[in-house]
Protein backbone atom coordinates (compact mmCIF):
# COMPACT_ATOMS: atom_id res chain seq x y z
CA UNK A 1 0.00 0.00 0.00
CA UNK A 2 2.90 2.50 0.89
CA UNK A 3 4.66 1.58 -2.68
CA UNK A 4 3.05 3.53 -5.48
CA UNK A 5 5.16 1.36 -8.47
CA UNK A 6 4.18 -1.66 -6.87
CA UNK A 7 0.25 -0.99 -6.91
CA UNK A 8 0.02 1.33 -10.26
CA UNK A 9 -1.62 -1.21 -12.73
CA UNK A 10 0.25 -0.67 -16.22
CA UNK A 11 -2.50 1.31 -18.11
CA UNK A 12 -1.18 3.82 -15.85
CA UNK A 13 -4.46 5.19 -14.37
CA UNK A 14 -5.52 5.22 -10.96
CA UNK A 15 -6.51 2.46 -8.71
CA UNK A 16 -9.16 0.98 -6.53
CA UNK A 17 -8.21 -1.44 -4.39
CA UNK A 18 -11.61 -4.02 -4.20
CA UNK A 19 -11.79 -5.82 -0.99
CA UNK A 20 -14.43 -7.45 -2.04
CA UNK A 21 -12.39 -9.94 -4.33
CA UNK A 22 -9.19 -8.98 -3.25
CA UNK A 23 -7.88 -7.56 -6.47
CA UNK A 24 -6.91 -4.42 -7.61
CA UNK A 25 -8.98 -2.29 -10.60
CA UNK A 26 -8.15 0.23 -12.60
CA UNK A 27 -11.15 3.06 -12.13
CA UNK A 28 -10.91 3.83 -15.86
CA UNK A 29 -10.54 1.17 -17.67
CA UNK A 30 -11.21 -1.80 -15.24
CA UNK A 31 -7.59 -3.52 -15.72
CA UNK A 32 -7.11 -6.03 -12.71
CA UNK A 33 -3.85 -7.12 -10.95
CA UNK A 34 -3.64 -9.54 -8.54
CA UNK A 35 -3.84 -8.59 -4.98
CA UNK A 36 -0.57 -6.99 -3.03
CA UNK A 37 -0.75 -10.73 -0.78
CA UNK A 38 -1.12 -12.50 -3.91
CA UNK A 39 2.12 -10.78 -5.80
CA UNK A 40 4.51 -10.63 -2.41
CA UNK A 41 3.79 -14.47 -1.69
CA UNK A 42 4.21 -15.46 -5.21
CA UNK A 43 7.59 -16.00 -4.90
CA UNK A 44 7.16 -17.68 -1.60
CA UNK A 45 5.72 -20.44 -2.68
CA UNK A 46 9.00 -21.52 -4.48
CA UNK A 47 10.14 -21.94 -1.62
CA UNK A 48 7.40 -24.55 -0.29
CA UNK A 49 8.56 -26.93 -2.83
CA UNK A 50 10.70 -30.18 -2.32
CA UNK A 51 13.72 -30.12 -4.38
CA UNK A 52 12.94 -33.85 -4.55
CA UNK A 53 9.13 -34.48 -5.77
CA UNK A 54 9.34 -30.27 -6.82
CA UNK A 55 6.15 -30.18 -5.43
CA UNK A 56 4.74 -28.29 -1.89
CA UNK A 57 5.70 -29.87 1.32
CA UNK A 58 3.73 -32.32 2.56
CA UNK A 59 4.98 -33.20 6.52
CA UNK A 60 7.92 -30.94 6.12
CA UNK A 61 11.25 -32.69 8.08
CA UNK A 62 14.68 -31.24 8.68
CA UNK A 63 18.00 -32.70 8.47
CA UNK A 64 20.72 -31.65 10.45
CA UNK A 65 22.82 -29.74 7.56
CA UNK A 66 18.97 -27.20 7.84
CA UNK A 67 17.65 -28.53 4.56
CA UNK A 68 13.96 -29.38 4.46
CA UNK A 69 12.18 -32.61 2.23
CA UNK A 70 8.63 -34.15 2.56
CA UNK A 71 9.05 -36.87 4.62
CA UNK A 72 8.25 -39.18 2.76
CA UNK A 73 10.51 -38.48 -0.14
CA UNK A 74 13.80 -38.25 2.39
CA UNK A 75 12.88 -41.76 3.40
CA UNK A 76 13.05 -43.55 0.70
CA UNK A 77 16.07 -41.20 -0.32
CA UNK A 78 17.96 -42.64 3.00
CA UNK A 79 16.44 -45.75 2.29
CA UNK A 80 18.67 -46.27 -1.06
CA UNK A 81 21.62 -45.34 0.80
CA UNK A 82 21.01 -48.22 3.64
CA UNK A 83 23.42 -50.98 1.63
CA UNK A 84 26.22 -48.63 1.65
CA UNK A 85 25.85 -47.39 5.51
CA UNK A 86 27.12 -43.79 4.60
CA UNK A 87 23.84 -41.38 4.36
CA UNK A 88 24.05 -37.68 2.49
CA UNK A 89 21.87 -34.74 2.22
CA UNK A 90 20.50 -34.67 -1.45
CA UNK A 91 20.80 -30.73 -1.69
CA UNK A 92 24.07 -30.29 0.00
CA UNK A 93 25.65 -33.16 -0.02
CA UNK A 94 26.96 -33.55 3.88
CA UNK A 95 27.46 -37.17 4.71
CA UNK A 96 26.43 -38.65 7.61
CA UNK A 97 27.87 -42.00 9.52
CA UNK A 98 24.68 -42.78 10.63
CA UNK A 99 21.28 -42.51 9.30
CA UNK A 100 20.36 -39.07 10.59
CA UNK A 101 17.07 -38.12 12.58
CA UNK A 102 14.27 -36.82 10.86
CA UNK A 103 13.03 -33.50 12.92
CA UNK A 104 9.96 -31.79 12.14
CA UNK A 105 10.22 -28.52 10.84
CA UNK A 106 7.44 -26.92 12.91
CA UNK A 107 7.86 -23.50 12.00
CA UNK A 108 7.84 -24.45 8.15
CA UNK A 109 4.86 -26.25 8.36
CA UNK A 110 2.87 -23.20 9.90
CA UNK A 111 3.89 -21.03 7.01
CA UNK A 112 3.01 -23.10 4.53
CA UNK A 113 -0.21 -23.84 5.86
CA UNK A 114 -0.89 -19.97 6.36
CA UNK A 115 0.23 -19.49 3.01
CA UNK A 116 -1.67 -22.10 1.52
CA UNK A 117 -4.87 -21.15 3.44
CA UNK A 118 -4.91 -17.49 2.42
CA UNK A 119 -3.59 -17.59 -1.09
CA UNK A 120 -4.22 -20.79 -2.84
CA UNK A 121 -1.95 -21.80 -5.94
CA UNK A 122 -2.81 -20.26 -8.91
CA UNK A 123 -3.47 -22.60 -11.51
CA UNK A 124 -5.23 -22.05 -14.87
CA UNK A 125 -8.71 -21.81 -14.55
CA UNK A 126 -10.10 -22.71 -18.43
CA UNK A 127 -12.38 -20.17 -18.59
CA UNK A 128 -12.33 -18.00 -22.00
CA UNK A 129 -13.71 -15.02 -22.99
CA UNK A 130 -17.65 -15.08 -24.06
CA UNK A 131 -16.85 -12.83 -26.54
CA UNK A 132 -13.58 -13.67 -28.29
CA UNK A 133 -15.87 -16.25 -30.28
CA UNK A 134 -13.00 -16.82 -33.43
CA UNK A 135 -10.85 -17.98 -30.89
CA UNK A 136 -10.71 -18.85 -27.47
CA UNK A 137 -9.11 -16.31 -25.38
CA UNK A 138 -8.39 -16.81 -21.46
CA UNK A 139 -10.78 -14.63 -19.67
CA UNK A 140 -9.44 -12.35 -17.13
CA UNK A 141 -13.02 -11.50 -15.10
CA UNK A 142 -16.59 -12.19 -14.94
CA UNK A 143 -19.41 -9.79 -15.19
CA UNK A 144 -22.35 -10.86 -12.74
CA UNK A 145 -25.10 -8.62 -14.09
CA UNK A 146 -23.93 -10.18 -17.70
CA UNK A 147 -23.36 -13.31 -16.75
CA UNK A 148 -20.31 -13.32 -19.51
CA UNK A 149 -16.88 -13.66 -18.91
CA UNK A 150 -14.23 -11.28 -20.23
CA UNK A 151 -10.55 -11.04 -21.58
CA UNK A 152 -8.36 -8.21 -21.52
CA UNK A 153 -10.06 -6.31 -24.98
CA UNK A 154 -13.14 -6.71 -24.06
CA UNK A 155 -12.58 -5.93 -20.36
CA UNK A 156 -11.80 -2.30 -21.13
CA UNK A 157 -14.47 -1.96 -23.69
CA UNK A 158 -17.31 -2.88 -20.62
CA UNK A 159 -19.87 -1.21 -18.92
CA UNK A 160 -18.28 0.71 -16.06
CA UNK A 161 -22.11 0.99 -14.54
CA UNK A 162 -22.29 -0.17 -10.51
CA UNK A 163 -24.96 -3.08 -11.43
CA UNK A 164 -22.40 -4.18 -13.43
CA UNK A 165 -20.39 -6.16 -10.59
CA UNK A 166 -16.91 -8.06 -11.93
CA UNK A 167 -15.42 -11.09 -10.44
CA UNK A 168 -12.79 -13.68 -10.57
CA UNK A 169 -13.50 -15.86 -13.75
CA UNK A 170 -16.37 -18.35 -12.87
CA UNK A 171 -18.13 -20.75 -15.32
CA UNK A 172 -20.96 -20.65 -12.95
CA UNK A 173 -21.78 -17.07 -13.17
CA UNK A 174 -26.11 -17.90 -12.33
CA UNK A 175 -25.32 -19.66 -9.04
CA UNK A 176 -24.14 -15.46 -7.97
CA UNK A 177 -27.79 -14.36 -9.06
CA UNK A 178 -30.81 -14.94 -6.91
CA UNK A 179 -33.01 -17.56 -8.65
CA UNK A 180 -36.16 -15.46 -7.80
CA UNK A 181 -35.29 -11.98 -8.89
CA UNK A 182 -32.32 -12.43 -11.06
CA UNK A 183 -30.66 -10.03 -8.83
CA UNK A 184 -26.48 -10.50 -7.28
CA UNK A 185 -26.64 -12.30 -4.25
CA UNK A 186 -25.02 -9.99 -0.98
CA UNK A 187 -26.39 -10.58 2.03
CA UNK A 188 -26.83 -13.95 3.75
CA UNK A 189 -29.29 -14.94 5.96
CA UNK A 190 -28.49 -16.55 9.49
CA UNK A 191 -31.71 -18.36 9.94
CA UNK A 192 -32.41 -20.22 6.71
CA UNK A 193 -27.97 -20.11 6.07
CA UNK A 194 -28.92 -19.04 2.53
CA UNK A 195 -27.29 -16.27 0.46
CA UNK A 196 -30.27 -13.64 -0.65
CA UNK A 197 -29.97 -10.62 -2.74
CA UNK A 198 -31.73 -6.87 -1.49
CA UNK A 199 -35.25 -7.81 -2.94
CA UNK A 200 -35.39 -11.41 -1.01
CA UNK A 201 -34.33 -9.12 2.06
CA UNK A 202 -37.10 -6.43 1.68
CA UNK A 203 -40.05 -8.06 0.27
CA UNK A 204 -39.24 -11.47 -0.23
CA UNK A 205 -39.82 -14.44 2.48
CA UNK A 206 -36.20 -13.28 4.38
CA UNK A 207 -37.79 -10.19 5.04
CA UNK A 208 -36.98 -9.35 8.74
CA UNK A 209 -34.48 -12.00 9.21
CA UNK A 210 -31.65 -11.66 10.69
CA UNK A 211 -28.59 -11.19 7.70
CA UNK A 212 -25.35 -10.58 7.26
CA UNK A 213 -23.03 -9.17 4.37
CA UNK A 214 -21.27 -11.67 2.65
CA UNK A 215 -18.19 -10.91 3.19
CA UNK A 216 -19.04 -10.81 7.32
CA UNK A 217 -21.21 -13.86 6.58
CA UNK A 218 -17.82 -15.57 5.20
CA UNK A 219 -15.34 -14.36 7.60
CA UNK A 220 -17.32 -15.59 10.34
CA UNK A 221 -17.41 -18.82 8.67
CA UNK A 222 -14.10 -18.76 8.09
CA UNK A 223 -12.88 -18.18 11.53
CA UNK A 224 -15.52 -21.36 12.23
CA UNK A 225 -13.16 -23.17 9.83
CA UNK A 226 -9.85 -21.74 11.27
CA UNK A 227 -10.87 -23.50 15.32
CA UNK A 228 -11.66 -26.43 13.18
CA UNK A 229 -8.45 -26.34 11.46
CA UNK A 230 -6.70 -25.47 14.60
CA UNK A 231 -8.30 -28.81 16.32
CA UNK A 232 -7.53 -31.29 13.44
CA UNK A 233 -4.15 -29.80 12.61
CA UNK A 234 -3.65 -30.33 16.69
CA UNK A 235 -5.07 -33.45 16.90
CA UNK A 236 -2.65 -34.13 13.55
CA UNK A 237 0.15 -33.17 15.79
CA UNK A 238 -0.61 -35.34 18.26
CA UNK A 239 -0.78 -38.34 16.44
CA UNK A 240 2.27 -37.60 14.27
CA UNK A 241 3.78 -37.53 17.77
CA UNK A 242 2.45 -40.71 18.14
CA UNK A 243 3.70 -42.04 14.93
CA UNK A 244 7.10 -40.81 15.94
CA UNK A 245 6.88 -42.53 19.08
CA UNK A 246 5.99 -45.71 17.43
CA UNK A 247 8.89 -45.01 14.65
CA UNK A 248 11.80 -44.78 17.85
CA UNK A 249 10.44 -48.06 19.78
CA UNK A 250 10.55 -50.22 16.82
CA UNK A 251 13.63 -48.98 15.77
CA UNK A 252 14.83 -49.99 19.44
CA UNK A 253 13.09 -53.28 19.44
CA UNK A 254 14.77 -53.61 15.83
CA UNK A 255 17.98 -53.32 18.09
CA UNK A 256 17.23 -55.40 21.58
CA UNK A 257 17.21 -58.34 19.59
CA UNK A 258 20.77 -58.04 17.89
CA UNK A 259 21.87 -56.72 21.52
CA UNK A 260 20.58 -59.85 23.27
CA UNK A 261 22.06 -62.15 20.95
CA UNK A 262 25.05 -60.81 21.79
CA UNK A 263 24.64 -60.87 25.33
CA UNK A 264 23.23 -64.80 25.03
CA UNK A 265 25.99 -65.22 23.02
CA UNK A 266 28.84 -64.22 25.77
CA UNK A 267 26.65 -66.00 28.36
CA UNK A 268 26.74 -69.18 26.59
CA UNK A 269 31.07 -68.26 26.19
CA UNK A 270 31.23 -68.41 29.63
CA UNK A 271 29.62 -70.98 30.30
CA UNK A 272 31.43 -73.51 27.71
CA UNK A 273 34.87 -71.53 29.60
CA UNK A 274 33.14 -73.08 32.93
CA UNK A 275 32.78 -76.43 31.82
CA UNK A 276 36.15 -76.63 29.89
CA UNK A 277 37.45 -75.41 33.19
CA UNK A 278 35.47 -78.14 35.13
CA UNK A 279 36.50 -81.43 32.48
CA UNK A 280 40.02 -80.13 33.26
CA UNK A 281 39.61 -80.05 36.85
CA UNK A 282 38.39 -83.88 36.87
CA UNK A 283 40.49 -85.32 34.68
CA UNK A 284 43.16 -84.11 36.79
CA UNK A 285 41.68 -85.43 39.82
CA UNK A 286 41.36 -88.71 37.69
CA UNK A 287 45.15 -88.45 36.87
CA UNK A 288 46.35 -87.45 39.99
CA UNK A 289 44.18 -90.62 41.65
CA UNK A 290 46.19 -92.87 39.02
CA UNK A 291 49.72 -91.59 39.78
CA UNK A 292 49.14 -91.45 43.55
CA UNK A 293 47.16 -94.95 43.60
CA UNK A 294 49.91 -96.46 41.16
CA UNK A 295 52.43 -95.62 43.54
CA UNK A 296 50.75 -97.03 46.55
CA UNK A 297 50.48 -100.01 44.41
CA UNK A 298 53.81 -100.16 43.66
CA UNK A 299 54.85 -99.73 47.04
CA UNK A 300 52.99 -102.93 48.27
CA UNK A 301 53.52 -104.80 45.37
CA UNK A 302 57.93 -104.45 46.63
CA UNK A 303 56.92 -105.29 50.30
CA UNK A 304 55.24 -108.23 49.46
CA UNK A 305 57.90 -109.70 47.24
CA UNK A 306 60.05 -108.93 49.92
CA UNK A 307 57.61 -110.63 52.54
CA UNK A 308 57.44 -113.48 49.83
CA UNK A 309 61.37 -114.16 49.92
CA UNK A 310 60.97 -114.57 53.15
CA UNK A 311 58.43 -117.07 53.31
CA UNK A 312 60.74 -118.76 50.56
CA UNK A 313 63.82 -118.55 52.98
CA UNK A 314 61.89 -119.65 55.92
CA UNK A 315 60.32 -123.28 54.08
CA UNK A 316 63.81 -124.03 52.95
CA UNK A 317 65.33 -123.65 55.99
CA UNK A 318 62.16 -126.05 57.20
CA UNK A 319 62.85 -128.36 54.22
CA UNK A 320 66.04 -128.80 55.71
CA UNK A 321 65.86 -129.90 59.12
CA UNK A 322 62.74 -131.88 58.11
CA UNK A 323 65.32 -133.83 56.22
CA UNK A 324 68.23 -134.25 58.63
CA UNK A 325 67.98 -137.75 60.28
CA UNK A 326 70.40 -136.65 63.31
CA UNK A 327 67.62 -135.81 66.07
CA UNK A 328 69.69 -133.72 68.41
CA UNK A 329 70.57 -131.70 65.60
CA UNK A 330 67.12 -130.72 64.61
CA UNK A 331 66.53 -130.33 68.33
CA UNK A 332 68.90 -128.04 69.34
CA UNK A 333 68.33 -125.43 66.53
CA UNK A 334 67.40 -122.33 68.36
CA UNK A 335 64.98 -120.33 66.19
CA UNK A 336 62.47 -122.59 65.09
CA UNK A 337 59.83 -119.60 67.27
CA UNK A 338 60.44 -117.89 64.10
CA UNK A 339 59.51 -120.14 61.72
CA UNK A 340 56.14 -120.35 62.89
CA UNK A 341 53.20 -120.18 60.53
CA UNK A 342 51.91 -115.88 60.15
CA UNK A 343 48.43 -116.69 60.70
CA UNK A 344 49.18 -118.30 64.03
CA UNK A 345 52.16 -116.16 64.90
CA UNK A 346 50.38 -112.94 65.48
CA UNK A 347 51.18 -112.01 61.37
CA UNK A 348 47.57 -110.21 60.91
CA UNK A 349 49.48 -107.23 59.65
CA UNK A 350 51.04 -108.84 56.62
CA UNK A 351 47.57 -110.35 55.85
CA UNK A 352 44.45 -108.66 56.61
CA UNK A 353 46.77 -105.82 56.30
CA UNK A 354 47.57 -106.65 52.32
CA UNK A 355 43.72 -107.53 52.17
CA UNK A 356 42.51 -104.12 53.13
CA UNK A 357 45.61 -102.38 50.78
CA UNK A 358 44.55 -104.32 48.33
CA UNK A 359 40.99 -103.16 48.41
CA UNK A 360 41.58 -99.72 48.76
CA UNK A 361 44.58 -99.52 45.61
CA UNK A 362 41.20 -101.25 43.41
CA UNK A 363 38.97 -98.32 44.25
CA UNK A 364 39.09 -94.86 42.75
CA UNK A 365 37.94 -92.01 44.66
CA UNK A 366 34.58 -91.03 42.98
CA UNK A 367 33.34 -88.94 45.95
CA UNK A 368 36.27 -86.55 44.87
CA UNK A 369 35.08 -86.81 41.32
CA UNK A 370 31.79 -86.30 42.48
CA UNK A 371 32.02 -82.88 44.85
CA UNK A 372 33.83 -81.30 41.55
CA UNK A 373 31.08 -82.58 38.80
CA UNK A 374 28.25 -81.39 41.55
CA UNK A 375 30.07 -77.85 40.45
CA UNK A 376 27.88 -78.00 37.84
CA UNK A 377 24.88 -77.08 40.07
CA UNK A 378 26.63 -73.97 40.78
CA UNK A 379 27.25 -73.14 37.46
CA UNK A 380 23.50 -73.35 36.94
CA UNK A 381 22.78 -71.29 40.16
CA UNK A 382 25.59 -68.65 39.32
CA UNK A 383 23.42 -68.35 35.92
CA UNK A 384 20.08 -67.71 38.49
CA UNK A 385 21.25 -65.73 40.50
CA UNK A 386 21.90 -62.79 37.87
CA UNK A 387 25.75 -63.31 37.54
CA UNK A 388 25.09 -62.79 34.41
CA UNK A 389 22.12 -60.34 34.42
CA UNK A 390 23.06 -56.67 32.49
CA UNK A 391 25.27 -53.69 33.56
CA UNK A 392 25.46 -52.54 37.04
CA UNK A 393 23.11 -50.47 38.94
CA UNK A 394 24.94 -47.14 40.32
CA UNK A 395 23.64 -47.38 44.31
CA UNK A 396 25.16 -44.03 46.15
CA UNK A 397 25.12 -43.30 49.81
CA UNK A 398 23.61 -40.12 50.88
CA UNK A 399 25.73 -37.83 52.88
CA UNK A 400 23.13 -35.70 54.20
CA UNK A 401 21.87 -38.15 55.68
CA UNK A 402 24.65 -39.79 57.15
CA UNK A 403 25.41 -40.25 60.87
CA UNK A 404 28.57 -37.51 62.12
CA UNK A 405 30.95 -40.62 63.45
CA UNK A 406 30.49 -42.40 59.57
CA UNK A 407 33.33 -40.96 56.95
CA UNK A 408 31.52 -41.29 53.65
CA UNK A 409 34.74 -41.82 50.51
CA UNK A 410 34.69 -39.52 47.61
CA UNK A 411 33.36 -42.19 45.32
CA UNK A 412 30.11 -42.73 47.73
CA UNK A 413 30.22 -46.17 48.49
CA UNK A 414 32.21 -46.76 51.60
CA UNK A 415 30.94 -46.13 54.90
CA UNK A 416 33.53 -46.51 57.63
CA UNK A 417 33.56 -45.80 61.62
CA UNK A 418 35.14 -43.00 62.79
CA UNK A 419 35.85 -41.64 66.60
CA UNK A 420 36.03 -38.37 64.89
CA UNK A 421 33.06 -35.64 64.05
CA UNK A 422 32.54 -35.17 60.56
CA UNK A 423 30.75 -31.53 61.44
CA UNK A 424 28.46 -31.95 59.00
CA UNK A 425 24.89 -29.95 60.05
CA UNK A 426 22.60 -31.02 62.19
CA UNK A 427 19.19 -31.45 59.92
CA UNK A 428 15.89 -33.68 59.77
CA UNK A 429 17.47 -35.95 57.01
CA UNK A 430 20.85 -36.84 58.86
CA UNK A 431 20.91 -39.82 61.69
CA UNK A 432 21.51 -38.54 65.16
CA UNK A 433 21.25 -41.55 67.24
CA UNK A 434 22.84 -44.20 65.65
CA UNK A 435 25.67 -44.45 62.62
CA UNK A 436 23.79 -45.11 59.66
CA UNK A 437 23.15 -43.72 56.28
CA UNK A 438 21.04 -44.38 53.55
CA UNK A 439 21.29 -44.35 49.51
CA UNK A 440 20.56 -41.37 47.67
CA UNK A 441 18.49 -43.45 44.63
CA UNK A 442 15.42 -44.63 46.29
CA UNK A 443 12.99 -47.87 45.09
CA UNK A 444 9.90 -48.01 44.06
CA UNK A 445 9.13 -50.71 41.48
CA UNK A 446 11.18 -53.67 39.86
CA UNK A 447 13.85 -56.03 40.79
CA UNK A 448 16.86 -55.11 41.62
CA UNK A 449 20.04 -56.07 43.83
CA UNK A 450 23.38 -55.29 44.91
CA UNK A 451 26.30 -56.06 46.86
CA UNK A 452 28.01 -55.26 50.13
CA UNK A 453 31.85 -55.92 51.42
CA UNK A 454 32.07 -55.74 54.91
CA UNK A 455 35.20 -55.70 56.82
CA UNK A 456 35.93 -58.17 59.64
CA UNK A 457 33.89 -56.52 61.94
CA UNK A 458 31.64 -58.65 64.08
CA UNK A 459 28.45 -55.74 64.46
CA UNK A 460 26.75 -53.69 61.76
CA UNK A 461 23.83 -54.21 60.11
CA UNK A 462 22.65 -53.87 56.35
CA UNK A 463 19.35 -53.52 54.58
CA UNK A 464 16.43 -50.95 53.59
CA UNK A 465 14.33 -48.81 54.75
CA UNK A 466 11.13 -46.17 54.07
CA UNK A 467 12.41 -42.39 53.93
CA UNK A 468 9.70 -42.13 56.71
CA UNK A 469 12.54 -43.49 59.42
CA UNK A 470 12.70 -41.70 62.62
CA UNK A 471 16.30 -40.19 62.69
CA UNK A 472 17.09 -39.00 66.09
CA UNK A 473 15.46 -41.31 68.77
CA UNK A 474 16.70 -45.01 69.81
CA UNK A 475 13.87 -46.96 67.68
CA UNK A 476 15.68 -45.37 64.25
CA UNK A 477 17.92 -48.31 64.50
CA UNK A 478 17.54 -50.78 61.47
CA UNK A 479 15.20 -53.09 62.19
CA UNK A 480 13.91 -52.27 65.46
CA UNK A 481 10.43 -50.30 63.70
CA UNK A 482 8.15 -51.33 60.94
CA UNK A 483 9.83 -49.00 58.53
CA UNK A 484 12.89 -50.93 57.94
CA UNK A 485 14.35 -54.40 57.52
CA UNK A 486 17.83 -55.81 58.16
CA UNK A 487 20.09 -58.55 58.44
CA UNK A 488 22.25 -58.45 61.34
CA UNK A 489 25.92 -59.76 62.86
CA UNK A 490 26.48 -60.07 66.31
CA UNK A 491 29.06 -61.78 67.93
CA UNK A 492 29.87 -63.84 64.80
CA UNK A 493 25.82 -64.86 64.39
CA UNK A 494 23.31 -63.52 61.88
CA UNK A 495 20.09 -62.45 62.74
CA UNK A 496 17.28 -61.10 60.35
CA UNK A 497 15.35 -58.38 62.06
CA UNK A 498 12.24 -56.26 61.84
CA UNK A 499 9.75 -54.21 64.03
CA UNK A 500 12.58 -55.46 66.92
CA UNK A 501 11.78 -59.05 66.48
CA UNK A 502 14.97 -61.24 65.40
CA UNK A 503 14.95 -64.04 64.19
CA UNK A 504 18.41 -66.06 64.33
CA UNK A 505 20.18 -67.92 60.99
CA UNK A 506 21.58 -70.97 61.67
CA UNK A 507 24.11 -70.43 58.70
CA UNK A 508 27.85 -70.37 59.99
CA UNK A 509 29.21 -69.43 56.62
CA UNK A 510 32.58 -67.66 56.45
CA UNK A 511 32.30 -64.72 54.17
CA UNK A 512 32.71 -60.77 53.79
CA UNK A 513 29.69 -60.34 51.34
CA UNK A 514 26.32 -59.85 51.26
CA UNK A 515 23.65 -59.49 48.54
CA UNK A 516 20.47 -57.73 49.07
CA UNK A 517 17.76 -58.71 46.50
CA UNK A 518 14.36 -56.57 46.57
CA UNK A 519 11.05 -57.53 44.03
CA UNK A 520 9.01 -54.42 45.08
CA UNK A 521 5.85 -55.44 43.31
CA UNK A 522 6.07 -59.07 44.84
CA UNK A 523 6.96 -57.68 48.30
CA UNK A 524 9.94 -59.65 48.75
CA UNK A 525 13.29 -58.40 49.93
CA UNK A 526 15.96 -61.20 50.62
CA UNK A 527 19.57 -61.64 51.48
CA UNK A 528 22.10 -63.95 50.74
CA UNK A 529 25.82 -64.63 51.19
CA UNK A 530 28.25 -64.13 48.50
CA UNK A 531 29.45 -67.51 48.82
CA UNK A 532 30.31 -70.53 46.02
CA UNK A 533 27.39 -71.28 45.86
CA UNK A 534 25.87 -68.15 47.01
CA UNK A 535 23.36 -69.02 49.99
CA UNK A 536 20.00 -68.06 50.82
CA UNK A 537 19.38 -66.38 54.15
CA UNK A 538 16.00 -65.11 55.01
CA UNK A 539 13.22 -63.75 52.72
CA UNK A 540 10.81 -61.07 53.97
CA UNK A 541 7.08 -60.95 52.31
CA UNK A 542 5.43 -57.92 53.19
CA UNK A 543 3.41 -55.01 51.32
CA UNK A 544 5.63 -52.04 50.34
CA UNK A 545 3.74 -48.69 51.01
CA UNK A 546 6.42 -46.32 50.41
CA UNK A 547 9.80 -45.50 48.35
CA UNK A 548 12.75 -47.80 49.87
CA UNK A 549 16.05 -46.74 50.08
CA UNK A 550 19.30 -48.87 50.88
CA UNK A 551 20.54 -48.24 54.53
CA UNK A 552 23.63 -49.37 56.53
CA UNK A 553 25.03 -49.38 60.45
CA UNK A 554 28.68 -49.45 60.95
CA UNK A 555 29.87 -50.06 64.73
CA UNK A 556 33.79 -50.78 63.76
CA UNK A 557 35.37 -51.15 60.53
CA UNK A 558 33.68 -50.37 56.93
CA UNK A 559 31.04 -51.41 54.70
CA UNK A 560 31.50 -50.72 50.66
CA UNK A 561 28.38 -51.20 47.90
CA UNK A 562 29.91 -52.91 45.63
CA UNK A 563 27.25 -52.45 42.70
CA UNK A 564 24.24 -54.03 41.86
CA UNK A 565 21.68 -54.13 38.57
CA UNK A 566 17.99 -55.44 37.48
CA UNK A 567 17.26 -58.49 38.76
CA UNK A 568 15.92 -60.67 36.31
CA UNK A 569 16.16 -64.20 38.35
CA UNK A 570 15.62 -64.90 41.79
CA UNK A 571 18.88 -67.36 43.23
CA UNK A 572 17.69 -70.14 43.60
Known amino acids: ?19 RYLSVICKNCSFSLPPPSAMASADLREELDCSICLTTYTDPVMLRCGHNFCRVCIDQHLNTQDGSRVYSCPECREEFQERPALMRNFTLLKIMENILTTQPTPRETGIFCSYCVDSPVPAVRSCLHCEASLCDKHLKVHSKSPEHVLSDPSTSLENRKCSVHKKVLEYYCTEDATCICVSCRLDGEHRGHQVEILDEASDNKKKELRNIFQKLFSKREETEERVQSLEEN ?60 ELSRKMGHIEELCNMTDPLTVLQEPDTGDLCDPEEGGGDEDTGGHDNQRHDVDDLDVTVISDTLHTLCDIIS ?21 HNNLHISDDLKTATRTQEKQNRPETAERFQYYPQVMSSRRFTSGRHYWDVEISNSGNWRVGMCYPSIDRRENQSFIGDNNKSWGLWMYNNEYYVIHDSEGIQIPHNISSNGVRI ?42 IKILGGGRKWEKPS
Not at 1 to 18: A, R
Not at 261 to 281: G, P, Q
Not at 527 to 534: E, G, R, V
Open 250 to 309: WRKTKKKPSRESKRVTALFIDIRICLDDLEKRVLSDISRQEKEKSLSLSALIQKLEIQKD
Open 1 to 19: MTDPELLSPPCGHKYKLHL
Open 382 to 402: GIRSGIYVEGPGDILLDVNTA
Open 517 to 558: CLDYEAGELSFYKLCDPIRHLHTFTTTFTEPLHAALWVWEGF
